[in-house]
């Protein structure tokens, strides 16, 4: 329930654009914003989406759930910014993994793969030390309208 | 002195334009200059600035200062940044912050929340092995002007 | 012989455009599709290229190679990957390297300075806690048409 609160997201529209202005739209969860946390889930600048770095956690609950869950998680996630942003995975183009065992390496491509239809975003994937909450991921990217 | 002047920031521009290209300006710092690192502070291509990985700490003294100091001095060369570009930090978009020690996660929230207003870019925060000169911090980011 | 199919890169170009749509070309080496890896090597979208995180390390024989061979390499695959998209390495604004360890700093700029006449890249250099492959270094960047 928390989960799914946290996954709904809360359109901004900025002010009025002067001519030729590209628009600028914040994304944000009510969570995020409950929490004061200090950045944006998304933020929109004409056709492209700069995704903030999201994991798999809950931040209250912090309840443990497999790499395979979490991995499902994370990309719920990112799924449900893109689509808020009125568009699909595969306009993403750029992806970052940050991940602290590269052992789910296998476990996070495995969910990963089934987000994306015909071709993928470029990637990198990368050991963090640690994460915040614990994650096991935290996965940033962008994306373009097409 | 030495941080005064590592943050005086020198704006070379390109060649004159064909027509339709975007213009491209690469900022530079003397104390970069003068070590001769490989890389430029920020590069702007038309209205997208790419900020580069920015730490708080002086490369010469490496001189201890608290997190929180760290925090302002790396956010201090981040907003220097962004102003020789002709922008404000409400331009910023996309932030990622790399960090040794997430205990610091609250110290650097509080003094970064304090850059912007109104809405935050999005951002990843991310547990670093180790930075160089033993930053506690490294900040990069893009900005896109209104 | 590996390295070498490895680093040649095929360019499957996507359906036509409709009027005022970014082209969109995924490049892609001919190893990564044989593994099914779940990233394309780059994405060029209008006249700006997504360059995915890449290693110096063969993923197959994972042969060792000094810090100085290592950084070549991986420099050489993010430079065929910039010319197929028909640019330079002095069309590259931003890069990112995670390196596993900070004491191959001096290694890695002297054979990256290389790859660069004049200008340099907004920048980032990250201590990663491991990498894929046993890597020394991963690099992923954007780089935009002149």
């Keep these: ?10 359109l ?15 994304l944000n ?9 200090p950045f944006s889930s998304g933020v929109l600048v004409g056709n ?11 931040p209250d609950t912090r309840g443990p759930v497999s790499a ?6 994370v990309m719920n996630r990112i ?23 590269l052992a789910n390496y296998d476990a996070f491509n495995n969910v990963y793969k089934t987000y994306f239809h015909g071709h993928f975003p470029a990637r990198a994937f990368i050991g963090a030390a640690n994460l915040l909450f614990g994650a096991r991921y935290e996965v940033m990217g962008i994306a373009i309208r097409r």
Excluded: K, W
């Design 12 to 26: 901004f529209a900025t002010a009025p654009l002067s001519a030729g202005e590209l628009s600028r739209t914040y």
């Design 68 to 73: 395979t869950q979490e991995a499902r998680l």
């Design 1 to 10: 329930m928390r989960l799914l609160s946290f996954a709904i997201l809360v």
């Design 79 to 101: 799924e449900h910014v893109v689509r808020q942003a009125h568009m699909t995975m595969d306009d993403v183009v750029s992806i970052q993994v940050f991940c602290t065992n």
């Design 48 to 58: 492209t989406l700069y995704i903030a770095g999201t994991t798999g956690v809950d």
């Design 29 to 37: 969860s009510p969570l995020a914003a409950q929490h004061h946390l």
